[in-house]
């Protein structure tokens, strides 16, 4: 059954770097697009960004470029977000998905704090 | 960036009642391919969102047939026809036909 597993939470200070990792599971991983959305606490959901099958395609909503990454690598099933200059505002849970977002990740909760 | 209104932004409904969610997009979400990329999720309380509805009207596996979605251009649906206890949780409309996706505010529903 198609599983994506995240990391754990963390706690980061503001201006530090996080990089989240989902692993995948159950489908051929090399295929699909993946993306990534965040929910701040007690909001709704925001779109990230997604990275193509390859690694060698990124979109990223406009409020994240500069400040996001997504890279992925097809020997471990693994995508990674990473999220520089933290700010308190990134205080959210954030979910890996699967192309059209058919199935979800946990969940990783960030908390930036001083 | 495309907008998307839902509305009402909390429904409580009697257990065996029908409810009705609507959702509406700042333009129109039909593909150069035909299709229309909207999708329908439920987040049950401390849970990932789950998607329940795909291209506007297409049920998601496990997915109770009490749901379904209708709708076409820029107007879309979501009702049950009998809410169930299960059913508690935030519903979200998400267009995926033009980047960046985006999401409606969220619509929460309650059991009166």
């Known amino acids: 059954q198609v599983q994506l597993v995240q990391s754990g939470a963390e706690v980061k200070k503001p201006g530090a770097s996080v990089k989240i990792s989902c692993k995948a599971s159950?489908?051929?991983?090399?295929?699909?697009?993946m993306h990534w959305v965040r929910q701040a606490p007690g909001q709704g959901l925001e779109w990230m960004g997604v990275?193509?099958?390859?690694?060698?395609?990124?979109s990223y909503a406009q409020r994240f470029q500069g400040r996001v990454t997504m890279t992925r690598d097809t020997s471990t099933s693994t995508v990674y977000m990473e999220v520089s200059s933290l700010r308190s505002e990134d205080t959210a849970v954030y979910y890996c998905?699967?192309?059209?977002?058919?199935?979800w990740g946990q969940g990783t909760l960030v908390t930036v704090s001083s | 960036d495309v907008v998307m209104t839902q509305s009402p932004l909390s429904l409580s409904v009697t257990l065996g009642q029908p409810a009705s969610i609507s959702c509406r997009s700042s333009?129109?979400?039909?593909?150069?391919?035909?299709?229309?990329?909207l999708n329908w999720f439920q987040q049950r309380p401390g849970q990932s969102p789950r998607r329940l509805i795909y291209?506007?009207?297409n049920w998601d596996s496990g997915v109770p047939d009490r749901f379904s979605g209708s709708g076409s251009g820029t107007d879309f649906t979501l009702k049950i026809s009998r809410v169930e206890a299960e059913d508690v949780g935030v519903y979200y409309c998400?267009?995926?036909?033009?980047?960046?996706?985006?999401f409606g505010q969220g619509t929460k529903l309650e059991i009166k």
């Open positions: 998905a699967r192309d059209l977002l058919d199935f």
């Open positions: 159950g489908f051929t991983f090399a295929t699909y697009y």
């Open positions: 990275i193509n099958p390859t690694g060698d395609g990124k």
């Open positions: 333009q129109s979400l039909v593909y150069s391919d035909g299709n229309t990329y």
């Open positions: 291209k506007v009207s």
């Open positions: 998400m267009q995926g036909t033009h980047w960046p996706y985006t």
